[in-house]
């Protein structure tokens, strides 16, 4: 079965400093990724998604991922993190009519 | 304006009581999806519809029973409940069974 690795638990930054969150998934045939954000006490909103193309996907508030096929992931990046970016971030992938969520990354940005 | 509404936003009740949770999507979507988020932040599916009709049941217990009168409306009742119901559910709505549009969530707290 297809399953979704998101390996940081819990990250701690500082305001302006550089952002990446592993996210691994077990299929090997084409993959339709997502990445989801919540900030808290809100639901999930999509950050970025990735289906096909240009393997660097741009998204919504400066964040960026980088699909890498040979090694099964899809890493989120954002270069200068704010205190607004304090939230749970959930990378996840499309498995035929349904997504499959990583468990989740806390995020906590301290000014 | 909203995409995907839920009612209510809270619900504290007892053990053993029957509640209901709705869920609306005026996005004209015809899939649409009960998560149910544990304590840990941890995102599972539980149910999926399309047009109406169940396409996934994920080994939830039965005491939990969705309901879609129509496609713009997906329900959740449960009977019987217990301390480990205790979670926030997320209705969310899709127009592919690819990127989904979630609703605020229903905190549900079992005495």
């Known amino acids: 079965a297809q399953s979704v690795s998101q390996h940081n638990h819990h990250v701690i930054l500082s305001e302006a400093a550089s952002l990446e969150l592993g996210c691994n998934y077990s299929?090997?045939?084409?993959?339709?990724l997502f990445w989801y954000v919540q900030y808290p006490g809100q639901h999930l909103q999509l950050l970025l998604k990735?289906?096909?193309?240009?393997?660097l996907v741009k998204g919504i508030k400066g964040f960026e991922a980088e699909f890498i096929k040979s090694k099964f992931s899809f890493n989120l990046r954002k270069p200068s993190v704010q205190w607004s970016d304090t939230a749970e971030y959930f990378c996840?992938?499309?498995?035929?009519?349904?997504?499959?969520f990583g468990t989740g990354t806390r995020l906590q940005v301290f000014p | 304006d909203t995409a995907v509404s839920q009612t209510p936003k809270y619900l504290v009740t007892q053990m053993g009581n029957d509640k209901s949770i709705k869920c609306e999507q005026n996005?004209?979507?015809?899939?649409m999806y009960w998560y149910k988020q544990d304590s840990k932040k941890f995102l599972k599916i539980m149910f999926s519809?399309?047009?109406?009709?169940?396409?996934i049941n994920e080994t939830v217990p039965n005491r939990f029973s969705p309901k879609s009168p129509d496609k713009a409306h997906l329900n959740l009742h449960i009977n019987s409940l217990e301390l480990g119901d205790s979670a926030v559910y997320f209705c969310?709505?899709?127009?592919?069974?690819?990127?989904?549009?979630f609703g605020p969530g229903t905190r549900l707290t079992v005495l």
């Open positions: 990735y289906f096909s193309g240009d393997p």
């Open positions: 996005l004209g979507h015809d899939t």
């Open positions: 519809y399309n047009n109406k009709e169940l396409i």
């Open positions: 969310a709505s899709s127009p592919d069974f690819n990127e989904q549009f």
């Open positions: 299929y090997g045939g084409t993959v339709n």
């Open positions: 996840a992938v499309k498995n035929t009519d349904k997504l499959i």
